[in-house]
């Protein structure tokens, strides 16, 4: 589709939207065109209308963009946010907040997401990504996803570690089964949780782990080969957790910079071929 026909299409857009207004890494040049749809007929029509074209953009929380941008139409999913409770079945909408989520299942004395509780992110990402922490994924806890192509229950969702079958998909809505609990036991979850992240979890802006820990743990392998608060640019290890890279005032070039040298550092020293947690937008 020309450039020049997408206001014919009646969904909200901007043109030339820099991505690093929407990452946690506050990095990324623009994309195309960065849509919001509204509802499920607008997000089919994008991901009909622009096929292999199109990146779908959640919170921005696992992801890379070059600094040069991307020649892509970006559908950003903010504005599908809706919830809705039917006894332990939760309907969420892709770009429903997991703070959001959380929120309401505790208000309403349902447990199983706590451990998503601080994940940053949506929905979309979290199951796109099969996200977790504390032992946790989602795939623990998905009933069914409707997506672009169909819809599908817990096995056909093909999860796996940090992994799915939606990644050339657009998931539209994701259903969670929760369980009854008391809520001062929710609440004590969600306690607890916060804190251990307070402790363990660096500050400033990064992506989560940028490593997957396949086999190793990635921080350890790292911390191992003398990497903690490397730096290039405005990019360094963090002290704190080698698994994090924490971008300081850099650059997308930087942080790609910093990947490319952490893994071949370990390659050298440990014969480990760290592989990324964090997906790539653009050319690098
Ligand atoms: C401080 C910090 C801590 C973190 N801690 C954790 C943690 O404990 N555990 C963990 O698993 N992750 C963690 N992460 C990484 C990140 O939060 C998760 O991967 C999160 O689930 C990504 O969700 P998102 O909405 O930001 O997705 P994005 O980053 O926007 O996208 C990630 C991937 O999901 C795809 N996607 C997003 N929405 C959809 C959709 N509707 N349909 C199809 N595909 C979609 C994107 O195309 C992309 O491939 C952390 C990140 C940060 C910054």
Redesign the pocket.
């Known amino acids: 589709m020309n450039i020049n026909q997408l206001d014919s299409l009646n969904i909200k857009y901007v043109l030339n939207e820099p991505l690093k207004n929407w990452t ?1 890494f506050k990095v990324g040049g623009p994309c195309k065109a960065m849509f919001f749809p509204k509802n499920k007929e607008e997000l089919f029509t994008l991901s009909e209308l622009f096929k292999d074209e199109f ?9 890379l963009c070059s600094d040069s941008g991307v020649d892509k139409i970006v559908i950003n ?1 903010k504005n599908l946010n809706k919830l809705k409770l039917n006894g332990t079945l939760l309907i969420c909408e ?2 429903a907040k997991n703070s959001d989520i959380s929120k309401l299942l505790y208000e309403n004395s349902l447990s199983g997401f706590e451990f998503a509780h601080k ?4 929905i ?3 199951v ?2 099969n ?3 504390f032992n946790k994924t989602v795939s623990d806890i998905v009933c069914y996803v409707v ?1 672009f192509s169909g819809i599908y229950n817990n096995s056909g969702c093909q999860f796996s570690y ?1 992994s799915s079958a ?2 050339d ?3 539209y809505s994701v259903a969670l089964k929760l369980k009854p609990a008391e809520r001062e036991d929710i609440d004590a979850k969600l306690e607890r949780f916060s804190t251990l992240r307070k402790i363990k ?1 660096p500050r400033g802006n ?4 940028v490593f997957l820990n396949d086999g190793y743990f990635a921080g350890k392998v790292i911390d191992q080969a003398g990497l903690k608060g490397y730096r290039i640019g405005g990019a360094f290890v963090s002290k704190e957790h080698a698994n994090f890279i924490i971008n300081d005032g850099g650059s997308a070039q930087n942080i790609y910079d910093l990947i490319c040298y952490i893994k071949e550092t370990v390659k050298t020293r440990s014969d480990i071929e760290l592989k990324e947690e964090v ?1 790539y937008l653009g050319k690098f």
Do not use: E, H
Request: with cysteine; hydrophobic share 30%.
């Open positions: 946690t990146f779908v953009l959640g919170n921005g929380s696992n992801i999913t892709c770009g994940i940053p992110g949506t979309g990402g979290l796109a990504m996200g977790g922490s997506s940090r939606f990644f998909d657009t998931i979890q990064s992506c989560g782990s997906k």
